[in-house]
Structures are given as C-alpha cells and as structure tokens.
C-alpha cells in the first residue's frame, strides 16, 4: 500500500511540477561493503565487526526529480567474530523500495550541484543457507530459512559526472518469521513466528545513469518556483509609481505631473 501510494504521489508531483520530462529516470547500482548481523545468534556465536562480505546490485526508476522506485538484490556472507565458535553463513536478498530524493526536497541545489541525498525503504523477501545445516547428518536443521524483510536505508551521493554517481549507503534491515539463527546452530521450534532478526549494512559504491536526456532526475530540479517568482517581481515592477500620483509608471504619459 506504501508503495503505490508513492506511485500515486510521484504522479502527482510530476503533473504539477515537472511539466517538461526532459531527464533521465533510470539508472543501475552496484555496492559492496560490510555487514553486521547483531540478533538472533546462539549463545557463543556472533558475527564478526565488521565483515566485509557484502554486495548489492540494483535497478531505479524515478517518477520525478523527488520520488522513485527500486528493485535490488543483495548477497550478505556472515562469519565468526572474534571469539566466537566457528561459522559460516550464506544470506540472499531481493528488495522493493520506495525512495525519495532529500537532495532536491531540501532544495540542496540553492548550495550545491555535487553532492545529493537519497532515502529509500521497502520491503523484500531473503533465505539463508547455513554451513551448520549442511553439516548435520541428523536432520534436525533445515538447509534454509525463508524470511520476510523489512529495510530503511539513507544513500549519500558525489557526482562525478552526468553519468557515473559515487555512493555511500546504511540499510537496516529488519526479518520477519527468521526461524534460524545467523549461526544456523538453532531453530525456533516452539513459536512459528520466528526470531526478530536485525542486520546491518555499510558500502560504498557507483551509480550509472541511462538514457537520452543530459542530466538525470537525481539532479533536474523544478523551475516552477523561479518562474513564479519571476512573474511577480515584474507584476512588483509594473506597479512602481515613482511621481506618487496614484498613476503605475508603464500607465502614467504625464510623469512628475499631479
């Protein structure tokens, strides 16, 4: 429901602001990076801090210059800590996010054209593969887990040119019905709703836009305001009276005349 209502407000503000499409929409991401799974783990294991076992890949439509959608996939690899007993696991992802463009609805072009802000949340679906699973010869672990996902992230961004975009991004990603944990030592067999699961994300990556236009919409800001602006500094103009005799200047053939 979140997302079309995006849908529908993104249509919304394009009809109102942005009357001439002359932009970009889509573009495709790569990141890699870290991870930090902080919940649920056995007692004894946890995940290492931080594991640089990350990557994401990522296709975005937007709307307008302010609202967009976001398919991506990601692929987490978590292993032992320090200290911790030895495991490895393997967790794959698929997303759906809204995002919206901070960048232009704070108007960060009235300071810069370099440097933008992106937010995105949704939801998507994940299954973890476990090497303890594996190795179980009684059956008692499942190979995986199939869980629902909840994500929020914040994507800062550094043009580099009209093409190629610079990122950075934080996600938290928040599992629904995870019934084993990181570690796959352990299942939830008492309760069918499964653990709360939390897992943490930090990359760093590059941003490629596609299409026939210049600039993307990432960077394509509204003129409407300017032109309103415009159009009442010259009602403001044609107004002026400078001989005070009640008579608009561009009206008055009898200037410095009562």
Not at 9 to 20: F, H, I
Not at 240 to 251: K, Q, R
């Amino acid at each position: 429901l979140s997302i079309l209502g995006l849908g529908v407000l993104a249509q919304a503000q394009e009809t109102t602001e942005t009357p001439n499409n002359n932009f970009n929409k889509w573009s495709i991401e790569a990141q890699a990076g870290a991870n930090k799974a902080t919940a649920p783990f056995t007692d004894g294991y946890f995940n290492e801090t931080p594991s640089f076992y990350n990557v994401n890949l990522g296709v975005r439509y937007m709307f307008n210059p302010k609202f967009g959608l976001k398919l991506s996939g990601g692929y987490d690899r978590l292993k032992d800590g320090k200290d911790s007993e030895s495991f490895k696991s393997n967790f794959y992802r698929v997303d759906v996010s809204g995002v919206a463009n901070l960048g232009r609805i704070m108007n960060f072009e009235t300071w810069t054209n370099t440097f933008g802000l992106l937010a995105h949340g949704g939801v998507g679906y994940g299954f973890l593969d476990n090497d303890a699973a594996q190795g179980d010869t009684s059956g008692i672990l499942n190979d995986y887990d199939e869980m629902g996902l909840l994500s929020l992230g914040i994507t800062p961004q550094v043009k580099l040119t009209n093409r190629l975009v610079l990122t950075g991004d934080l996600t938290y990603t928040k599992t629904i019905r995870q019934n084993t944990t990181w570690d796959g030592q352990h299942e939830d067999e008492k309760s069918r709703r499964g653990f709360d699961g939390s897992l943490w994300n930090a990359t760093l990556g590059l941003t490629y836009y596609f299409g026939k236009n210049a600039k993307h919409a990432d960077w394509t800001y509204s003129s409407y305001n300017s032109d309103l602006e415009d159009r009442v500094a010259n009602i403001e103009k044609m107004l002026i009276d400078s001989d005070g005799d009640g008579v608009a200047d561009y009206l008055d053939q009898e200037p410095d005349s009562a």
